[in-house]
């Protein structure tokens, strides 16, 4: 039986800008997706996404297309090591130094054993990859649930669940470089996740399979 896709698009709220995915679950997902922004200089992002029935990351390849430059890069995690591999036409540094903007690292990962802890990976700027530890951590029960049913905090009204915190293989876009990076999502109810990375945090609204429709500051989804 072949499993039927669903398409999403997301209109980007810090920056002129959408993100379309076709996404398909039957063994895990298969994600299919395009990303168009103006800054920091106008880019065309394309990604394909491959996870086990875990939903943990097995194939993530994402290239990154403007005036003058064409980058990619290639993730492939098996037996708990990830394979970064990347390459880059033209210069993106040349296009950013021409709009006013700091050059960038080299697209890939120098050494990818600091990436060993990640089981999942999030693009920068995408709405997609959030769904990639709320589905992977089974939390879609919690966020979904009432507050009677997940306990209040602190005298506050809204309710919390186990806050988890992963590391993910994190891409920059539009640079490709990937990095480790350490984050937490927190089931809050009513269709919300409470997420945090360093110093930022954002209630996260999602639907009943955990695709984002509200991410203040970065999308909403048509």
Do not use: K
């Not at 072949?2 to 002129?16: G, K, P, V």
């Not at 398909?24 to 106008?42: I, K, N």
């Not at 996740?193 to 954002?202: K, L, N, R």
């Not at 639907?207 to 984002?212: A, L, N, Q, S």
Request: charged letters at 20%; glycine letters at 10%.
């Amino acid at each position: 039986m072949t499993a039927s896709a669903t398409a999403f698009l997301w209109r980007r709220l810090d920056t002129a800008g959408a993100e379309h995915a076709i996404c398909t679950e039957r063994v895990g997902l298969r994600a299919r997706g395009t990303m168009l922004a103006a800054t920091p200089v106008p880019y065309v992002c394309r990604y394909e996404i491959l996870t086990d029935e875990s939903w943990a990351t097995t194939r993530c390849e994402v290239t990154v297309e403007g005036a003058g430059f064409l980058r990619a890069v290639r993730l492939e995690r098996a037996a708990g090591r990830w394979r970064v591999t990347a390459n880059e036409q033209g210069n993106l540094d040349a296009t950013l130094r021409a709009a006013g903007h700091a050059r960038v690292d080299q697209p890939g990962c120098e050494d990818p054993g600091t990436l060993s802890t990640a089981l999942d990976v999030d693009l920068s700027g995408c709405a997609l990859t959030n769904t990639l530890p709320i589905r992977r951590l089974g939390l879609l029960d919690e966020i979904h649930a009432p507050g009677e049913q997940t306990g209040l905090t602190g005298g506050g009204s809204r309710p919390v669940g186990i806050r988890h915190s992963v590391d993910v293989a994190w891409v920059l876009v539009p640079s490709l470089e990937v990095i480790v990076s350490t984050q937490t999502y927190q089931a809050a109810g009513e269709g919300i996740v409470h997420f945090t990375s360093g110093s930022f945090s954002a209630d996260v609204r999602v639907d009943e399979r955990g695709y984002v429709r509200h991410y203040p500051g970065l999308a909403d989804r048509a």
